[in-house]
């Protein structure tokens, strides 16, 4: 090292002592720049991260799970709805099976189911139908935080209500009706997805 140290001149000696002199600030400057420039890339892909965690959680909250809150709760009425329109038709069989022929009284006999039916249709009027109502209100002002997939199903659900809307108030011939083909299986797609999307959410939100 001596060797090509003395072969050296005095200008390339000086000159080497400043690029040490030089490397002596600049290094240091480098690690320091290269410091910052990281810190910065880590901030900024934290800030995306929790953003995008706080969207997540403002689509359930806000409406996948009010969705889901509203389908159960028609699902509840509709199960006990079916459940004792079965009964009530085994129940009616039954009386008519025991009755004398001819069954003279079947009016007065039935006139407990037609209360059944008449109730039926009054909380579907006042209660579920509302909650339709609540749903499409809830896609309508929250449709920018459901997936494109949900999104595929709100002319469906406005469909849905409009037309009972038009059948409770008279403005709706039956025969019309019938041929719209109007049912909730037509829904069946929507209550699908909304059940897929809040587990695809709080799926993705704990696995980070």
């Known amino acids: 090292m001596e060797k090509y140290v003395s072969a050296l001149t005095p200008d390339q000696i000086s000159l080497l002592k400043d690029v ?3 490397g ?3 290094i240091p400057a480098i690690v320091t720049l290269s410091a910052a420039y990281l810190g910065f890339r880590f901030s900024t892909r934290l800030a995306r991260y929790n953003k995008s965690i706080e969207f997540k959680q403002k689509q359930i909250s806000e409406f996948y799970s009010p ?7 028609i699902r509840s009425h509709s199960e006990l709805r079916l459940e004792l329109s079965n009964a009530a ?3 009616w069989q039954e009386i008519c099976n025991a009755a004398p022929k001819p069954f003279l009284d079947h009016k ?3 006139q407990p189911f037609e209360k059944l039916i008449e109730y039926d249709n009054i909380k579907f009027r006042e209660d579920l139908l509302p909650l339709y109502v609540k749903m499409q ?3 309508t002002e929250n449709y920018w935080l459901a997936e494109e997939s949900t999104k595929a199903h709100y002319s469906e659900l406005c469909r849905y209500v409009e037309i009972w809307h038009r059948w409770l108030g008279d403005a709706l011939p039956r025969e019309v009706l019938l041929k719209a083909e109007h049912s909730e299986e037509r829904l069946f797609p929507l209550y699908a997805d909304l059940e897929k999307q809040m587990i695809n959410l709080r ?5 980070r």
């Open 67 to 73: 969705m889901i809150g509203c389908l159960k709760n």
């Open 24 to 26: 002596k600030v600049t």
């Open 203 to 207: 799926s993705s939100i704990a696995s």
């Open 108 to 110: 007065n006999e039935f």
């Open 137 to 139: 209100s809830i896609f």
């Open 20 to 22: 040490v002199d030089l």
């Open 89 to 91: 038709s085994e129940a």
